[in-house]
């Protein structure tokens, strides 16, 4: 049986994870919603212009009417802007499950930002809301090359 809570603040030691607001969508569209290499395996492209993304935070700020949408934006604590996104992408009640999907700005990759939002998120999942399974779908880029003779 699951508690659900909907999308409530999160804080680690750097980072505060939030609900969006209209006035990110500056900062979503310019730290990583228009950068194709940050959302070259997403389920959607890089935003065309600033009007997007401001569609795409209206839409996802409704949605925070439901207690089962989990959204969050990734504000580090020193810098008090967005940087990145962590949501649940897929819900299975059936399985007690659920999958996250995440992006950010590639100038914070390789900081162990991500994995600091990721903790936080599935502790949430697992010990507020009760998911038996969190899980995540990675999709890599390296490539094999097959020596022959």
Known sequence: MFNQKGTTPLETERLILRRF?????????????????????????????????????????????????????????????????????EVSNKNQRCEIGYCMSKQYWNHGIMTESLKAVINYMILEIGFKRVQATVTSTIKCRVKTR
């Open 21 to 89: 607001v209209v006035e990110d969508a500056e900062d979503m569209f310019n730290n990583w919603a228009n950068d194709r290499e940050v959302t070259k395996y997403l389920s959607w492209g890089p935003h065309g212009n600033l009007g997007v993304t401001k569609e795409i935070l209206t839409y996802w700020i409704n949605c925070y009417e439901n207690l089962e949408t989990y959204n969050w934006a990734i504000v580090p604590k020193n810098f008090g802007k967005v940087i990145g996104s962590i949501s649940l992408i």
